[in-house]
């Protein structure tokens, strides 16, 4: 069974700083990994994917994601917060089987950035 | 470019009362899903569709009916209000191709409430 989890419910950071949020999965199979992102009262949209392929992947607004398959890890970040940065992240987990595919969310983790 | 469009956005009913909630997509996706959102618990799976006439329950079913007579529509039906079930409602879809990571679509989200 596959799931994710996120470490820090909340984070906070000051205006320019740097933006980690982590996220760790448990998958018996290669998975495929995305952030999303949901500002206040929106639904979710799509911050960045890895597939295949290079591990290093560019998402919107300056996010990136490093996938490490060592560490089972899919860590989000960004050089330079912004005050609109500020949303709930969610880190999930999909992979293709016998059914289709199974997505799978972590709890999110709730970015505030401070001025 | 409507993609996924969900109704109504804020509902309050009564226990015991029944409502449904809609869920259309017009990018003829085949996947269809519906989420529950609970804060720090991330989206848990209500129900999903694989397409037209099939529909399966995800990980917590209880309280809910779905059908999926169309491509496009998937409504999620509480039959009888209980406070439990108070919680912000996300419908998603994707397109299931085989290919690695699909992206799921989110609608914007209902937020309903029992009293």
């Known amino acids: 069974a596959q799931s994710v989890t996120q470490l820090g419910s909340h984070v906070s950071v000051s205006e320019g700083a740097l933006v980690l949020l982590r996220c760790n999965y448990s998958?018996?199979?290669?998975?495929?990994l995305f952030w999303y992102v949901q500002y206040p009262n929106q639904g979710l949209q799509l911050l960045l994917k890895?597939?295949?392929?290079?591990?290093l992947v560019k998402g919107i607004n300056g996010f990136e994601a490093e996938f490490k398959k060592s560490e089972t890890s899919f860590h989000l970040t960004k050089p330079s917060a912004h005050m609109s940065d500020a949303a709930e992240y969610f880190c999930?987990?999909?992979?293709?089987?016998?059914?289709?595919?199974?997505?799978?969310f972590g709890p999110g983790t709730r970015l505030s950035v401070l001025p | 470019n409507a993609g996924v469009t969900q109704t109504p956005k804020f509902r309050i009913l009564k226990i015991g009362q029944s409502m449904t909630l809609q869920c259309t997509q017009d990018?003829?996706?085949?996947?269809m899903y519906w989420y529950r959102q609970d804060p720090g618990m991330g989206l848990k799976l209500i129900y999903y569709?694989?397409?037209?006439?099939?529909?399966d329950k995800g990980e917590v079913p209880n309280g809910y009916n779905v059908s999926r007579s169309t491509t496009e529509d998937f409504p999620l039906r509480l039959e009888l209000a209980a406070p439990s079930q108070t919680s912000v409602y996300f419908c998603?879809?994707?397109?299931?191709?085989?290919?690695?990571?699909?992206?799921?679509?989110f609608g914007e989200g209902s937020w309903l409430t029992v009293v």
């Open positions: 990018m003829n996706h085949n996947y």
């Open positions: 998958s018996s199979v290669p998975p495929y």
């Open positions: 890895y597939t295949t392929g290079a591990t």
């Open positions: 569709s694989v397409g037209a006439g099939i529909t």
């Open positions: 998603a879809s994707s397109l299931e191709t085989r290919a690695p990571g699909n992206t799921i679509y």
């Open positions: 999930a987990v999909s992979r293709n089987d016998n059914y289709g595919q199974n997505f799978v």
